[in-house]
């Protein structure tokens, strides 16, 4: 039972709220990290010559924000706290390491330093994703772009994307479709 109750410690990732809502509550972390699943999964089908591993993609997307259990999300564009991101996720990352099961100690930090380090094809596509999910869970709250631009998500989302094709091509189509909805002048 050692393993089941430390185990429940994942489970918190549930009761952190993220900055976008879902209906009239706040998105959890891991509703975020489920919809990055998907996104994952569909854009993984349409590379079919890719030598992207799918496995640690999904690995990657599973782990990228648990250490927002300790450390909390801080929205893209809160700059200020984001000064002090870093070293409240490792800091998280050492507490929270301490009370999962032994056997995903390792994996979980190798997988969290990965995703944060985006040097390989798996993590720079798992970062793309996650800025994606970002932009495509507020196109249903319109409202939420209010003080946006078009260079601001570039900042903070486009060299995210522009590793891979098929990103780059959805936020650009994201990009023309809400300048044209007109999202941006609220």
């Known amino acids: 039972m050692k393993d089941i109750h430390q185990l429940r410690k994942f489970y918190k990732l549930k009761e952190i709220e993220r900055a976008g809502p879902v209906g009239k509550r706040k998105e959890s972390s891991?509703?975020?990290?489920?919809?990055?699943?998907?996104?994952?999964?569909?854009?993984?089908?349409?590379?079919?010559?890719?030598?992207?591993?799918?496995t640690k993609v999904y690995e990657l997307l599973i782990y990228h924000d648990v250490v927002e259990i300790e450390a909390g999300d801080i929205p893209i564009h809160h700059t200020e706290k984001r000064k002090k991101k870093k070293t409240s996720e490792m800091k998280a990352l050492k507490n929270i390491k301490k009370q999962i099961p032994h056997g995903l100690k390792g994996k979980f930090e190798d997988l969290f330093l990965e995703f944060e380090a985006a040097e390989t094809k798996e993590a720079k596509f798992a970062k793309a994703i996650d800025a994606l999910d970002a932009l495509i869970h507020f196109l249903d709250y319109k409202e939420y772009w209010k003080g946006w631009n078009e260079e601001m998500v570039r900042q903070f989302h486009g060299r995210k994307v522009i590793s891979f094709v098929e990103t780059q091509d959805a936020f650009e189509k994201i990009l023309t479709y809400v300048k044209k909805e007109g999202y941006f002048k609220q």
């Open 30 to 54: 891991a509703e975020h990290s489920w919809s990055c699943l998907i996104l994952a999964d569909y854009f993984l089908s349409l590379m079919k010559n890719s030598s992207i591993n799918r």
